[in-house]
């Protein structure tokens, strides 16, 4: 279940002025309506310990993520450097769970509202 207030409508307001959106964009109903529900069980943990416009952000990013990102897939399955007919790709998550965007972490971090607990 989505959190209060989170819904397609309001991802989609969020998205209209964030540059790199097309994947949203580009989506049908069905499937920003799964990748919200998918983000917000990822991170579920976070909710009611981060600021609620930040968790929100949070959540957004991540849906996006999901929709967006094979990266994100090899991330999320421990590969920290991979390589591709000589090209390669290495993965530094400074202290981010692997299966956090990266830019939902930012939110994470920056909306902390529930006293010395470290996210790690």
Do not use: C
């Amino acid at each position: 279940m989505l959190p209060e207030g989170i819904d397609r409508a309001t991802a989609d307001v969020y998205f209209v002025n964030r540059y790199g959106a097309g994947g949203w964009d580009g989506a049908d109903e069905g499937d920003k309506d799964k990748v919200l529900y998918t983000a917000a069980e990822i991170l579920s943990e976070y909710q009611g310990v981060t600021a609620a416009g930040d968790y929100e952000k949070a959540l957004y990013e991540q849906a996006l993520w999901i929709l967006d990102s094979a990266v994100g897939e090899l991330q999320e399955q421990g590969i920290a450097s991979h390589s591709i007919s000589g090209i390669s790709q290495s993965f530094d998550l400074k202290g981010r769970p692997a299966h956090v965007a990266p830019r939902a972490w930012q939110f994470l971090k920056r909306g902390r509202s529930a006293g010395p607990v470290w996210l790690t």
